[in-house]
T-cell receptor, first 114, second 116 residues
Framework: AQSVAQPEDQVNVAEGNPLTVKCTYS??????LFWYVQYPNRGLQFLLK??????LVKGSYGFEAEFNKSQTSFHLKKPSALVSDSALYFC????????????FGGGTRVLVKP | SAVISQKPSRDICQRGTSLTIQCQVD?????MFWYRQQPGQSLTLIAT?????????ESGFVIDKFPISRPNLTFSTLTVSNMSPEDSSIYLC?????????????FGQGTRLTVV
């Protein structure tokens, strides 16, 4: 069975500082990894995905994520956080052996302080 | 990317009643899904809405409680039946345009349901 863990419920960072949101996964087949962001009273917005190829994936709004197969991690990063990045972030995985179902992590709330 | 319209955006309902949520997509999509997001929680898949056949429900969810329709490739409904306060959640429609593993899913704005 596939699973995703986001070990931090909340991450606080000062504006302009680097932001990292952690995600680890467990799958039996090849992982297809996704990051989504949810702003208050909104649906989920897709940020980026890892399918294959380069371990560093670049996405929307200046975000990037690094796939690490040996550590089964897919951490989301942004070099310089903005106050407007304050939101709820979800990591999700599809397992090639488990069909199309997306399994989500518990979510990490990011608070960027001015 | 597909544009998804979900209605209503929010509702307050009496216990024992039912609410039907609509999801309309601006293009034909292969897969449509319904998720529940309980307060402060992550997303849990309720079911996959299958066009022209019965939905496929995840463990813990049953058709009598969450009947789903999908009459065509652009529209689906989720009904929350015989509601109780425990059903208070955000319900999200999601679509996958291709059904392939490497394509991202897109989400509607969600329906915030409060049962009193």
């Amino acid at each position: 069975a596939q699973s995703v863990a986001q070990p931090e419920d909340q991450v606080n960072v000062a504006e302009g500082n680097p932001l990292t949101v952690k995600c680890t996964y467990s799958v039996s087949g090849n992982p297809y990894l996704f990051w989504y962001v949810q702003y208050p009273n909104r649906g989920l917005q897709f940020l980026l995905k890892y399918i294959t190829g380069d371990n560093l994936v670049k996405g929307s709004y200046g975000f990037e994520a690094e796939f690490n197969k040996s550590q089964t991690s897919f951490h989301l990063k942004k070099p310089s956080a903005l106050v407007s990045d304050s939101a709820l972030y979800f990591c999700a995985v599809r397992d090639g052996a488990a069909g199309n179902k997306l399994t989500f992590g518990g979510g990490t709330r990011v608070l960027v302080k001015p | 990317s597909a544009v998804i319209s979900q209605k209503p955006s929010r509702d307050i309902c009496q216990r024992g009643t039912s609410l039907t949520i609509q999801c309309q997509v601006d293009s034909q999509v292969t897969m449509m899904f319904w998720y529940r997001q309980q307060p402060g929680q992550s997303l849990t898949l309720i079911a996959t809405a299958n066009q022209g056949s019965e939905a496929t429900y995840e463990s813990g969810f049953v058709i009598d409680k969450f009947p789903i329709s999908r009459p065509n490739l652009t529209f689906s409904t989720l009904t929350v039946s015989n509601m109780s306060p425990e059903d208070s959640s955000i319900y999200l429609c999601s679509v996958d345009e291709t059904g392939l593993l490497d394509t991202e899913a897109f989400f509607g704005q969600g329906t915030r349901l409060t049962v009193v």
